[in-house]
């Protein structure tokens, strides 16, 4: 996954902030199936991050897992569409498109799926792991209104041993 930049000012009508990505299966899209399969669960689980350290920055903020799947509705519905791709791929030998993804967001035009809890377990393992990352980056942004990639890269990389 690459970043291409992280704000906390909103950037259209439906956020109030964003961190704009190319995510692992973007770039991974022209590669053998094994490291597209692992591109996708892995964009599956980061896309469930922000509404796992929600929770973890605002433990009030713990909700029933539909409801925060409706407040984060674009993120879940993204991870979703991983999930389904995931299947298509393994079951069908399938690749996903950059077209096709928006198609495959529910199991039936009626009963949205809900996002596998392997999923949501691993977002969480993945926040717990990176919480101090997430700290330093909630923090520049107090101070800057946009972080780039080589800003992200900074951050992550003044945690390192």
Known sequence: MSVVYVTMFPTDSDNRSVAQTRSASFLALDT???????????????????????VRHEP???MPPARQEDEWA???????????????LTRDGIRPG??????????????PMRC???????????????WPAIERTAEALLTRRILTQD??????AAGSP
Do not use: C, H
């Open 60 to 62: 009030s903020r713990k």
């Open 74 to 88: 674009g993120d879940v519905m993204r991870s979703r569409s991983y999930a389904v791709d995931i299947v298509r």
């Open 32 to 54: 053998e199936a094994s490291l597209l399969l692992a591109a996708l669960e892995s964009d599956a689980k980061v896309s469930l991050a922000g509404p796992v350290a929600q």
């Open 116 to 130: 596998p809890t392997v999923f949501w377990k691993a977002a969480q393992n993945l926040v717990d792991e990176n």
């Open 151 to 156: 800003d992200v890269d900074a951050i992550l």
């Open 98 to 111: 950059l077209a096709v993804r928006s198609r495959w967001t529910e199991t039936s035009p009626t009963k």
